[in-house]
């Protein structure tokens, strides 16, 4: 399992760009890339995944670059809304889903 | 569409008693996952059911917990007889075989007194 290293937490401002780095040194060539958020008293949400290069929907942004050791999720103009944990996965692709979660960002959005 | 929803929302016993958890995925979801977070932890997997069968059940943590998903529909999660150390928040989600998406519910809150 690749090891995930992402920051504990982050504040931000209304109508800022937050972008949140994860480290994933150690990622198999068929891993996938999937940025979960949670909401307090919720179940994680699915935001976005990737395997390389740019990914984007209309939540976020996933940038992975070649190597593919790192990713950065980024949070277009975040509102007071987006105050979640942010959470970091690599999938193996034939492990049937199965998701690790690690400790996640804790995001702060300020008004 | 609905979404998954679990049952109940919380739910307190005492130790030694036993608490079944209920899980309703989405509708045409073959796969169905458990997990948990137990106080202060990481959110931790449990099993995957593909329809009615356990494709992994690596993560369950000891022989106090048995799933079931009887018909490949609604899956539940019991714990007999449960300990201290089972409190905690309880996931299941789903997922489609064309997704990687996996869609979650609410949890079920476990305290165990």
């Known amino acids: 399992l690749a090891k995930i290293t992402q920051p504990i937490s982050m504040d931000s401002y209304e109508g800022q760009e937050v972008n949140i780095t994860c480290s994933h040194n150690n990622i198999a060539t068929n891993d996938y890339i999937t940025w979960y958020q949670q909401f307090p008293s919720q179940g994680p949400r699915f935001i976005i995944q990737?395997?390389?290069t740019k990914v984007t929907n209309e939540v976020a942004s996933l940038f992975i670059p070649a190597d593919r050791k790192s990713s950065t999720l980024s949070l277009p103009r975040v509102s007071l809304s987006d105050t979640a944990v942010y959470y970091c996965l690599v999938v193996p692709k034939a492990a049937g889903n199965k998701l690790t979660f690690g400790g996640g960002t804790r995001v702060l959005v300020k008004p | 569409e609905a979404g998954v929803t679990q049952f109940p929302s919380h739910s307190v016993i005492e130790k030694g008693q036993t608490v079944t958890l209920r899980c309703d995925p989405i509708?045409?979801?073959?796969?169905l996952y458990w997990y948990r977070r137990v106080m202060g932890k990481e959110i931790k997997f449990l099993l995957h059911?593909?329809?009615?069968?356990?494709?992994?059940e690596s993560g369950m943590p000891n022989n106090r917990f048995l799933a079931e998903r009887t018909g490949g529909t609604y899956s539940t999660l019991k714990v007999q007889p449960a300990e201290l150390e089972d409190s905690g928040v309880y996931f299941c989600a789903s997922r489609a075989d064309s997704s990687y998406e996996q869609y979650f519910g609410p949890g079920t809150r476990l305290t165990v007194t």
């Open positions: 059911f593909v329809k009615e069968s356990k494709q992994d």
């Open positions: 509708s045409g979801h073959d796969n």
């Open positions: 990737g395997y390389k």
